[in-house]
């Protein structure tokens, strides 16, 4: 055997480096289902059957192509397991394999390039590790780009990508729209007279390999969380481009104004839950962006939608990913505001009487999803002004999400939304009081708690949290310019020095009996 090309679970597509040269005579393909990628953290069942189910779908593919697999399924039965990690199945193909080289498109996970590496070395092998070409920026244009800069700025780097590429930009160089950036228009709360306009979401129904995998993981990880009875995503690339075609047809137009809005039982909205598909490499990024940008210059969405969809991935997506690479592996466990409570049980579960959190971890639960402000600015927001510890976020962000791969989750959850990276994703804290929840959804009108009151039995969580998160943290922000405002406002409450400290025990009560106090029977 010439080459060994190892293709992981997250790097399913054909036109890929790692078959560049390729040649079915001399070179095979290896891949394997370990249980550590579903057991190093808590995995949710469906993002496990999700994984297994699109590796075994691209294996096929490939072997309709005349090429050599070496695949090792899962069994049912741990014992039977041919080993636990990568390296481990990885060690004993290549004692019988002896390949002359092992070919490897750059991981998205440091931890799994780490072992891979370290196995080489052991083994003496050669290993060729290729750059990843389905991203628009690659990483070492992106560290040139951070090279200097005390702070990045998603906004500068989302503009230089749109220039460089040319997208959404008009004939005179100007941003379509006559503005680069729409967010203001992107912030309408829904209401109950849009609920018919809301489309059906794209459904793929399990073939063959997907029942499979399904009844392996019911079996196997059963005592997983999550549920595998609502199993729907895309697991070829077939169904990821019809998925995408459902979107700019049915959600695309109407995405843009309620991209940050929440509503009760209803998960999905008009987002595109592209995503999985996008992580797992079933769809390119530039297929999601000129689709969209084509339905713009047809008229068949506004500019507002459409740059709203084209900034998050051409913008968001790539400017985290370029953050993870550029700052690992010390990003890791960066932890800026000393945070170090555990999640509370209900995260993992969703028994809690906060309605907010009911509704958002029944998506969870049911999908491995919920949408970006769900994430943001109701478990993520729970998780920071409790003082939770952002890497444990991370971790358990990284179990329950069918789209989570550590590139994309990381900077996300641990800088973002966690603030553990002290500003190098997010210039702020993304802290709120139960009043931004209220204004974005219909949540809190069957909340036990009061979204306006921050002391009492009655007081909403979020915002009795939110002032001592403010009041306990004004070293860590006072130099921050974009927090001010909330700074002179923690000043104008704790002129009334009662009610203030009513604010603190409450707080204090709370982190100490949360179960008790948030957790129903």
């Known amino acids: 055997m010439r080459n060994l090309v190892l293709v992981l679970g997250d790097q399913l597509n054909q036109d890929s480096a ?103 070395t052991e083994m003496a092998a050669v290993l060729e590790l290729r750059p990843d070409r389905h991203f628009y920026c690659d990483t070492a244009e992106f560290a040139e780009y951070a090279a200097g800069k005390k702070q990045l700025i998603l906004e500068n780097f989302y503009r230089r990508l749109r220039k460089k590429h040319s997208l959404l930009i008009s004939a005179n160089g100007k941003p379509a729209g006559g503005a680069w950036n729409f967010d203001r228009q992107n912030r309408h709360r829904f209401s109950e007279k849009q609920l018919h306009a809301i489309p059906r979401p794209a459904s793929f129904l399990p073939d063959a390999i997907t029942r499979q995998v399904l009844e392996l993981v019911s079996k196997r990880f059963r005592d997983h969380p999550g549920s595998l009875e609502h199993f729907n995503l895309p697991v070829t690339r077939d169904q990821a481009l019809a998925m995408l075609s459902h979107f700019i047809e049915s959600g695309l137009p109407q995405f843009g104004p309620y991209q940050d809005a929440m509503w009760m039982d209803e998960p999905f909205l008009f987002h595109s839950r592209l995503s999985s598909s996008l992580n797992l490499k079933l769809i390119d990024p530039r297929e999601c962006v000129e689709a969209a940008v084509s339905a713009y210059a047809a008229g068949a969405a506004p500019i507002e939608s459409v740059e709203g969809f084209v900034r998050q991935i051409l913008g968001w997506r790539e400017f985290i990913r370029g953050v993870y690479w550029h700052f690992m592996p010390g990003y890791a466990d960066l932890n800026h505001l ?184």
């Open 338 to 521: 000393d945070h170090q409570l555990d999640l509370p049980s209900f995260y993992w579960d969703g028994r809690t009487n906060l309605h907010c959190f009911q509704q958002t971890l029944r998506h969870v639960l049911r999908h491995a999803y919920s949408h970006h402000i769900e994430r943001l600015m109701v478990v993520g927001l729970f998780s920071l002004l409790f003082g939770c510890h952002p890497k444990q976020f991370h971790e358990w962000h990284m179990a329950m999400y069918a789209d989570a791969i550590d590139w994309v989750s990381l900077p996300n959850t641990l800088g973002m939304s966690q603030y553990g990276d002290g500003g190098l994703v997010g210039t702020k804290p993304y802290c709120a009081t139960g009043n931004y929840i209220n204004r974005m959804s219909n949540y809190c009108g069957r909340c036990r708690y009061d979204h306006r009151q921050a002391a009492g039995d009655a007081a909403c969580p979020f915002t009795t949290l939110y002032w001592d998160f403010l009041d306990g943290r004004q070293e860590w922000l006072k130099n921050n310019r974009r927090m001010q405002i909330q700074l002179q406002n923690l000043a104008d409450k704790r002129h009334d020095a009662k009610a203030f400290l009513e604010i603190k025990r409450r707080a204090e009560q709370l982190r100490r009996n949360w179960s008790e106090i948030l957790v129903d029977d």
């Open 18 to 120: 790692a078959f560049d040269g390729f040649d079915q005579r001399q070179d095979a393909v290896w891949m394997a289902e370990v249980a550590e990628e579903a057991t190093h953290v808590w995995c949710h069942k469906l993002r496990i059957a999700l994984f297994f189910s699109a590796m075994r779908h691209f294996r096929d593919e490939l072997a309709a192509r005349g090429c050599r697999i070496h695949y090792t399924e899962m069994p049912e039965r741990p014992e039977l397991d041919r080993g636990r990690d990568f390296a481990t199945v990885l060690h004993k193909d290549l004692l019988a394999l002896t390949p002359q080289k092992l070919i490897l498109v750059q991981p998205g996970d440091f931890r799994v390039l780490q072992s891979i590496r370290r196995l080489a």
